[in-house]
């Protein structure tokens, strides 16, 4: 379970206390657990800051507070403050991250040959690069026919292997598990089972997905498929 600390304190010298965390992340690199960590300013209150620190658990948190490094830091930012620091231990139980959702509800739609997922979770004016495609699909109409051509064509899923989220965008690494049920482009039905690989990145807006990038291995579908020689 994912465990998050909270330290709450007043300053005035926000800078000497964001280099005072920079010292500490190089100090402490190869060997610290936590994983993310956020510094915040209260809007109403300059002086009230507050870090939110996230571990991947109550037993990697207690590591790093073991850190020498860690200690010492902890005595210089007392320093740093009006009085000394609050913390807060909060063991996560919901962590939900609407972008990744959004995202993993395209792939599964898809495997599942519901284009109307499409309508359901793109913006109007989305935006499509597929490097294994010729040319952008700009507008949900485009992007669905470009997407018919596989649902019609191959029965298939996608296994995550991966999933990041960074600002507005998602990136999905996967392996599309297929088996050709109909012509697919210029290729006739062939019958054959496939595999291919690759990662998508989608931009997310107020809910909706905004514009795409599909970079795959099309090379090796085509060679599965028998239009390109495997050596």
Request: hydrophobic share 40%; with cysteine; aromatic share 10%.
């Amino acid at each position: 379970m994912a465990f998050v600390q909270i330290i709450d304190c007043k300053t005035d010298r926000l800078d000497d206390l964001n280099r005072l965390m920079d010292t500490w992340a190089e100090s402490t690199k190869g060997r610290r657990t936590a994983s993310h960590a956020v510094v915040a300013t209260d809007r109403s209150d300059k002086s009230h800051v507050v870090e939110i620190v996230e571990f991947p658990s109550y037993e990697e948190a207690m590591r790093n507070s073991k850190l020498p490094e860690t200690d010492r830091i902890f005595r210089e930012m007392v320093a740093l403050c009006d009085a000394p620091p609050t913390f807060t231990d909060l063991d996560v139980v919901r962590d939900a991250q609407f972008d990744k959702a959004l995202a993993s509800r395209v792939l599964d739609g898809l495997a599942a040959g519901d284009l109307d997922v499409i309508d359901e979770c793109m913006a109007a004016d989305y935006h499509d690069h597929d490097y294994g495609s010729e040319g952008d699909a700009v507008g949900i109409q485009a992007f669905r026919e470009r997407c018919a051509a596989y649902v019609d064509a191959f029965e298939f899923t996608f296994e995550v292997e991966s999933q990041i989220a960074e600002g507005d965008e998602v990136a999905t690494r996967w392996t599309w598990h297929a088996h050709q049920k109909a012509a697919f482009r210029e290729i006739p039905n062939t019958g054959r089972s496939v595999i291919g690989r690759g990662t998508t990145t989608f931009r997310c807006h107020n809910g909706r997905i905004t514009e795409g990038w599909w970079q795959w291995d099309v090379m090796g579908l085509m060679r599965q498929l028998g239009v390109l020689p495997t050596s």
